[in-house]
């Protein structure tokens, strides 16, 4: 039996990415996917694109109203979408590390409280936060950013208390260094030696890709880990050891 087989996923910041590698391994395990983004998903005719700025808090209501409506079920929602603005300290932007909080924390804060009342209906499901491993070991140049995801781990946990009552789960994956087309414009952008250092120190030796995260984000999403809750899944190579 396929791992996601009979569930309605919805799956944000889809369009690239490591969100579109996870609603590829969804759809491919068997799920019903809604792929939400601010650009449509393209090129998979079996997942559904939903085109959506998770801050547009009526936009998403409605949005995923009709999702419930239509399939009489939500299982699981991944919360993928983000934005990144690197700056060392003395030079961090205000108004960056605003729009930062707004879109992946206070969105995501409202994207919980919308799914777990349409879970709730149907006595459960799960919800997977992108957390970072900038949040569990620090990064130069990255305090803001990892002060957002920071509070996706902290959210995650209490979340995870608070809704395990309504049969609800939530978990957070923490990828490490992951091969995205984000990575290959920092790669470009950045100095290479201290980008090289980084990948040097992971334990097994490799950039992660995003299937190693679509992976951990279907397993956490499946009945397999129906006893798995308010925990964080370092996907990192061994990075954060």
């Known amino acids: 039996m396929e791992l996601l087989a009979h569930k309605v996923c919805i799956v944000t910041g889809a369009a690239q990415g490591i969100g579109r590698q996870i609603a590829k391994q969804f759809a491919a395990d068997g799920a ?3 792929a939400c983004d ?21 936009a998403v209501k409605a949005a995923f109203m009709d999702i419930f409506k239509k399939e009489g079920r939500i299982d699981c929602l991944v919360n993928n979408a983000g934005i990144v603005y690197n700056r060392k300290i003395g030079m961090i932007i205000r108004e960056e590390t605003e729009r930062m909080f707004m879109v992946n924390v206070i969105a995501v804060i409202e994207l919980i409280q919308l799914v777990s009342r349409l879970m709730a209906r149907n006595g459960g499901g799960s919800i997977v936060n992108i957390a970072s491993v900038t ?13 957002t995801k920071g509070a996706i781990i902290s959210m995650t946990k209490s979340a995870a208390k608070e809704l395990a009552a309504q049969g609800i789960r939530v978990n957070a994956v923490a990828p490490g260094i992951v091969k995205t087309e984000r990575f290959a414009e920092l790669y470009e952008t950045t100095n290479a030696e201290k980008i090289e250092d980084r990948i040097s120190r992971i334990a097994l030796g490799r950039l992660g890709t995003p299937e190693d995260i679509a992976n951990a984000c279907a397993f956490l999403a499946s009945d397999r880990a129906a006893y798995i809750s308010g925990q964080v899944l370092g996907v990192d190579g061994c990075a954060s050891i």
């Open 135 to 147: 949040a569990v070991l620090g990064s130069p140049g990255q305090v803001a950013y990892s002060a």
């Open 38 to 58: 601010r650009t449509p998903f393209e090129g998979e005719e079996h997942i559904i694109p939903v085109v959506l700025d998770i801050t547009d808090a009526a």
């Open 32 to 34: 019903t996917v809604y």
